[in-house]
């Protein structure tokens, strides 16, 4: 997909949860290039306080991270908001299954300069695509 079509979701608000701050910051700066909104999160805890009074589009976690991992976030995230999409990222390969079946993708971090952006772009338009129930969750 060209850059200018990720400008088509523009306005999607993404969550970013990292408990490294550079990271999370090189992601926000990155993200933020192609005109997303991104809120940021330093663990697990502060992930689900922003999105329970926030509504946030996409959330992109780190699978390993200390207090709550991505897993036990995305377990809580689904009960949370239980159709908020979540990408779950990790330099690690070996992520449980039971942790990769509570999300909806996983980018491994050495590949998320070039997946990062279709992924998103995929899940915001399959969220896009069904019709609403007239009523915030």
Do not use: W
């Not at 039971?98 to 772009?121: E, G």
């Amino acid at each position: 997909m060209p850059p200018s079509a990720y400008k088509a979701f523009q306005s999607a608000i993404l969550l970013c949860i990292d408990d490294n701050p550079d990271v999370l910051e090189c992601e926000k700066a990155f993200l933020e290039t192609f005109g997303y909104t991104v809120l940021t999160a330093l663990g697990g805890g502060k992930g689900l306080e922003l999105a329970s009074i926030h509504s946030v589009d996409i959330v992109i976690v780190d699978y390993f991270m200390p207090e709550m991992n991505g897993q036990e976030f995305a377990v809580e995230m689904r009960r949370l908001r239980p159709q908020a999409p979540i990408i779950m990222l990790s330099a690690a390969v070996d992520v449980p299954k039971q942790a990769l079946r509570l999300v909806d993708a996983f980018i491994a971090k050495d590949h998320l300069s070039s997946q990062l952006l279709p992924v998103i772009a995929q899940l915001h338009e399959c969220r896009s695509a069904i019709p609403s129930l007239g009523y915030d969750a």
